[in-house]
């Protein structure tokens, strides 16, 4: 009697106690492509690392000096033209294909030890090197890993695809998923590892609105009834042959209306050239064969009325986040984790994986002059997408782990 607490119940109140204190995040190092290479992963990559820094963390890039050989990529160039992002700390070091330099880079994060890195996940290419860097990285226990995963299992399968992820699985402590269907994936490989499901955040970052005026003249593109964009670089999986069928429906004709096609192509560009042939769609199709730089993308957003993905499959998509940034209304197919994002009949369509469903909702669209009512919706829906919800999700994940 009075001695106090047994050695157990006092062992017991220090755990409760640590478990309730939240462990600190200052330091943050995120492991993705950025600039100067181009596209969507590293843009995207580049305002998370701002939002982290506007919330008081320390940040550091480590992007890829090599990012693919040459043989492997299928567009023009991996670079981009347009200026860096101002107040970045970007570290080109990472060379996709050498386990040398794998190790180096391993070596330098584990003796930088931040609390936390940050790896994006979009190909299992990139299984072995970011997995074996990770594993050097996390040894001694200082640092934890999250993988923000833009894809699991790709949209394009090759030998090898499961073996990679798997590996790389194994390296990282918890995951963030953009998309339901993401989240699905990912638990085919992990049953514990704790998964976020917090939406891809808009591309705020790519300049301010520019009216239609104001782009068709900077595009020198004519007066229309209306147009419709399709953004991105093209690969089979995102339909862009559905969506020249669906401009081939006479109802869609007789609207007077343009496509607008602006992206590289990644795939043979022939059959799409024949299916605009062969429809006799030459003049309604602007064919815009050329990587957009960013500070150019506001003018093709601003052009359109109605921004189209007709993908074949999907996981999530940056095109959506940019679509809602300018806020333009969309037509989506009920693929992935599209029909996550856009509310049907309020910021445009959700819709069947055929052209006539395409066509049927782009005639709705036009003929029921619903552009005003629809913008307004997108306007208030892309309040569902900041970046402050993103970095609040990362931190909640964290402290799990």
């Given at each position: 009697?009075g001695?106090?607490?047994?050695r157990?119940q006092?062992?017991?109140?220090?755990s409760?106690?640590?478990?309730l204190?939240p462990k600190t995040?200052d330091?943050?190092?995120l492991?993705?492509?950025a600039?100067?290479?181009?596209?969507g992963?590293?843009?995207?990559?580049?305002?998370?690392?701002?939002e982290?820094?506007?919330?008081?963390?320390?940040v550091?890039?480590?992007?890829f000096?090599?990012?693919y050989p040459?043989?492997?990529?299928?567009?023009?160039t991996?670079?981009?033209?347009?200026?860096?992002?101002?107040?970045?700390?970007?570290v080109?070091?990472?060379?996709s294909?050498?386990?040398?330099?794998w190790w180096?880079?391993?070596k330098?994060l584990?003796s930088?030890a931040?609390?936390l890195?940050i790896?994006?996940?979009w190909l299992?290419?990139m299984?072995p090197?970011?997995?074996?860097i990770?594993?050097?990285?996390r040894r001694g226990?200082?640092?934890?890993?999250?993988?923000i995963?833009?894809n699991?299992i790709?949209?394009?399968?090759?030998p090898?695809?499961?073996?990679?992820?798997?590996?790389?699985?194994g390296?990282?402590d918890?995951?963030?998923?953009?998309?339901r269907?993401?989240e699905?994936?990912?638990?085919?490989?992990?049953?514990?590892?704790p998964?976020a499901y917090?939406p891809?955040?808009?591309y705020?970052?790519?300049?301010?609105?520019a009216?239609r005026?104001?782009?068709?003249?900077y595009?020198?593109?004519p007066?229309a009834p209306?147009?419709?964009?399709?953004f991105?670089?093209?690969?089979?999986?995102?339909?862009l042959?559905?969506?020249l069928?669906a401009?081939a429906?006479?109802?869609?004709?007789?609207?007077?209306?343009?496509?607008i096609v602006?992206?590289?192509?990644?795939?043979?560009e022939?059959p799409?050239?024949?299916?605009?042939?062969d429809?006799?769609l030459?003049g309604?199709?602007?064919l815009?064969?050329a990587y957009?730089?960013?500070?150019?993308?506001r003018?093709?957003?601003?052009?359109?009325?109605?921004?189209?993905?007709?993908?074949?499959?999907a996981?999530?998509s940056?095109?959506?986040q940019?679509?809602y940034?300018?806020?333009k209304?969309?037509v989506?197919?009920?693929v992935?984790?599209?029909p996550?994002?856009?509310?049907?009949?309020?910021?445009?369509y959700?819709v069947?994986?055929a052209?006539?469903?395409?066509?049927?909702?782009?005639v709705?669209?036009?003929?029921e002059k619903?552009?005003?009512?629809?913008?307004?919706?997108?306007?208030?829906?892309?309040?569902r997408?900041?970046?402050?919800?993103?970095?609040?999700?990362?931190?909640?994940l964290?402290?799990?782990?």
């Amino acid at each position: 009697m009075g001695r106090g607490k047994s050695r157990h119940q006092r062992e017991g109140s220090q755990s409760e106690f640590s478990i309730l204190q939240p462990k600190t995040l200052d330091r943050v190092i995120l492991l993705s492509p950025a600039h100067p290479l181009r596209g969507g992963i590293a843009s995207s990559t580049e305002r998370l690392a701002q939002e982290l820094q506007q919330q008081g963390l320390s940040v550091r890039i480590y992007s890829f000096s090599l990012q693919y050989p040459s043989f492997l990529f299928p567009g023009k160039t991996q670079y981009s033209d347009s200026p860096a992002p101002e107040g970045l700390d970007i570290v080109a070091i990472v060379n996709s294909i050498n386990p040398f330099n794998w190790w180096k880079v391993g070596k330098r994060l584990r003796s930088e030890a931040p609390d936390l890195i940050i790896t994006r996940y979009w190909l299992p290419f990139m299984g072995p090197c970011l997995g074996t860097i990770l594993r050097f990285a996390r040894r001694g226990g200082r640092t934890k890993v999250i993988a923000i995963t833009d894809n699991a299992i790709p949209h394009e399968h090759r030998p090898g695809d499961r073996l990679f992820t798997r590996y790389f699985i194994g390296a990282v402590d918890g995951f963030v998923a953009m998309s339901r269907s993401v989240e699905a994936d990912i638990r085919q490989f992990t049953t514990h590892k704790p998964v976020a499901y917090i939406p891809h955040p808009i591309y705020d970052n790519y300049g301010p609105l520019a009216g239609r005026e104001e782009s068709l003249q900077y595009l020198s593109l004519p007066p229309a009834p209306g147009y419709l964009l399709f953004f991105g670089f093209i690969r089979a999986y995102k339909g862009l042959g559905l969506l020249l069928e669906a401009m081939a429906d006479e109802r869609v004709r007789r609207l007077g209306l343009r496509l607008i096609v602006a992206g590289e192509f990644y795939d043979d560009e022939a059959p799409y050239r024949k299916l605009i042939r062969d429809n006799g769609l030459e003049g309604q199709v602007i064919l815009k064969n050329a990587y957009i730089p960013n500070e150019e993308v506001r003018y093709y957003f601003g052009a359109a009325s109605l921004a189209v993905q007709p993908y074949l499959s999907a996981t999530q998509s940056g095109i959506s986040q940019l679509a809602y940034h300018f806020e333009k209304p969309m037509v989506v197919t009920k693929v992935g984790g599209l029909p996550e994002i856009v509310l049907h009949g309020k910021e445009g369509y959700v819709v069947a994986v055929a052209a006539p469903a395409i066509a049927d909702a782009i005639v709705d669209f036009f003929q029921e002059k619903r552009e005003s009512d629809m913008v307004a919706g997108v306007r208030e829906g892309k309040k569902r997408f900041s970046w402050s919800n993103m970095v609040e999700g990362i931190k909640t994940l964290y402290q799990k782990l």
